[in-house]
DNA sequence: AAAACTTTGTCTATCGAGTAAACTAAGTCT
DNA sequence: AGACTTAGTTTACTCGATAGACAAAGTTTT
């Protein structure tokens, strides 16, 4: 049964446009969102009084008059909830508690040592338990927790499979939720990241974006028209897997050639050892690649040593980040030519080398991307850092508790 | 200015869900639509009699009682107007009259010898003239054109860039309007193929859809939640210059490695001449490709003659389909792993090879994507042959005319 | 065949949303 | 001080959806 017309839903969505508004371009009077949304000046006061009792909204007094009466400017109250957003790294869980702005008040992390589910769900809750009890009174209280994972989520929020934490079909949604008594949104780490990003980052006021998140994978969040696409059953953004040598190297995935095995953290130990075991061996002549066939000795085998090799000018080091952000920047034309994002923002781990990573990766994207999508594309690295995913899913926690209405003609 | 919530919107919304309900779903009668929608039955009798009105809906008479009085069955009158769809191709204009339904009428085509675009105007013209004096009577008589082209469509419908027309900046749609003074809706061969296999075809009632079209080179649409997705400025779908061999053959679009290179039409030229004009050579040693480094005997280059060879069991005809196949599942897995579609339909020119691509292309798919990607994913080939480009076209023209609203929460 | 029941579809009264326009409030400008 | 401007509220009104009563037209039971 399809969502159907009436008063509640017109309501609704008028208020979701009022208060939207408020958030993103306030202070502003009453008369002001009322010219910026089209709706009826009464309409708005209406709707305003509602956000107002809810303390969603408050009147931060008169605004500069413009040669009648002064305005009463109105801004969205950040201060009238909390949320957590958590990212379940490998080896780290990160969490922080957030207004509704996203603004940090409280910030933890704690190292993972086992994987295995219940381990990481006991150290996920010892370090939401303070998060909650340090969060201020507010009229909403704690209105939800956001969490990214680095793995696949369906539609009822459970982890189909994650490989680096070696989980498949973990319901940690459902457990938070028990635990907790409040909201828990679930996404992918790159979903949470893009949605970080477009919010409060990189990608603000951007409408179609694609985020990819570079670690010991790839994965990529993308939004369009402002909501995360994800899919007929939630896992889109898989691009680590896209194959960009169609006769490369095995990966783990049982497909070939994985943008990931070339332009990740899981590339270096392909740089160092480059065994050819995956490899499919030629029965012709000829070879094309300008992949680096012999071993490459590497210093290290971990972003930040090596970006500490790379600061010294260690050659190999550099030449090999050269080649990540060749291959970097090749994943992402394939991505803009098949998606025409407004915005491309890189993030991740592996951003810790940016400065060696860029340059290639902005020329291959110049050189080989379609002039026209190319013409307006902004390429650029996240601005949040580390915290893209953290804030993302607080963020997405705290956009489930605001609701959404959305109209399309 | 967004859009707002009013009761002219609630309307609009309700009896677009009704006539939507009843053309897909019909007959129905007016409690079956009520059930069905969760609208109200007066509500549903209310904006059923408008539609009755409109002519866009008819009752068709008394169906079966299921225990009381006899349901007056409503059905969508596909008779209450046409459209006319135009596929532009390179060497062929093919246009159909249809009905609202999508049913042909009658259909024409004509070659196109050259290419400028006053010439192709020309033949439009001539051919979609008769198109519309055959048009039946009807309440709404000829309710729009659409077109599909072979490149590049922007927001406002301009022809950005059709590089097998030669053509940049072609206000194709502008000059049909004035022409014949009825709607013109303009879109990509591919998208308008997709719309086609999601409306009649192979894609009836899915909502996550990629189409792939693979001819003279290689073009997606992609249907997301039931709507084409454009991406930012309308570029989206031009998977054809997707890299699968980053350092593969030189492509004209300037990168290399392009999947239609090696999975489209284009990819006879590369296995009869095999130039390494393309390629890069390699610095260092090993080489790991299984791509046909040497030429292959092809005894043609047109996918009719080829298919002629392959029907009478020519080995390298055979052979280059089997690689051909492989490709497209390359290139088809790297679009399943980032977009998790439901489906994928695979169309186009190419597509008469498909006796002898299918084996190859689906083993590789099942081979190389995700699990939980493939899990639920049907891969087929058009259903509607060579006309999905035609009748999606015409669809577009009728969805436009029917107008619809969504509302996502 | 009559009575009881069922299902379909319409009618009626009501609610509650947004709107325009009048109005009040509170400024600025000359 | 008076005219003008701008902000925000009040009022009267319109319009669409709804629940529930009702009418219409069947079927089933007695």
Redesign the interface.
Known sequence: ???????A???K??KS?VLDTIRRKGPLSRTDVSE????NKATVSNLTFELLEQKLVEETGLGVSSGGRKPLMLLFNGGAGCAIGIELGVTLVKAALTDLKGGILLETSAPLGKHNPDTAFAVICEIVRPLLEAAPEAPHGVVGIGIGVPG?VDESGLI??APNLGWEGVDLKGRLESEFGVPVVIDNEANAGAAGEREYGAGRHV??LVYVSAGMGIG?GMI?DG?L???????????G????????RLCS?????CWEL?ASERAYAYFESQE?EG????????????????PIDLPSLTTPELTEYARQGHDNTLRMYEEIGR?LG?GI???V??????KIVVGGPLTEAKEWIEPAMLAVIA???????RR?LAVSFSELGSRSAVLGAAHLAVSQFL???????
């Not at 995935?253 to 050639?257: A, D, L, M, T, V």
């Not at 030519?337 to 407004?342: I, K, L």
């Not at 609701?403 to 003609?409: A, E, I, K, P, Q």
């Open positions: 049964m399809r969502v159907t017309g009436d008063q839903l017109v309501k969505l008028n446009i910026r949304t089209g709706l696949m189909l499979y409408r179609h990529s369009i909501q696409y994800k899919g007929a059953w939630g896992y889109a953004g898989e691009t897997h896209m194959s960009i040598e169609s006769d490369g995935c049982g497909s070939r050639g070339y050819e490899q499919i061996s030629t029965q012709e002549s000829g070879s094309r690649s300008t992949e680096f066939d012999k291959r090749i034309t394939n991505l030519n098949g998606f025409n994002p407004e050189e080989r991307a379609l002039p026209y999508h307006e609701g959404r209405v959305r109209v399309s003609l």
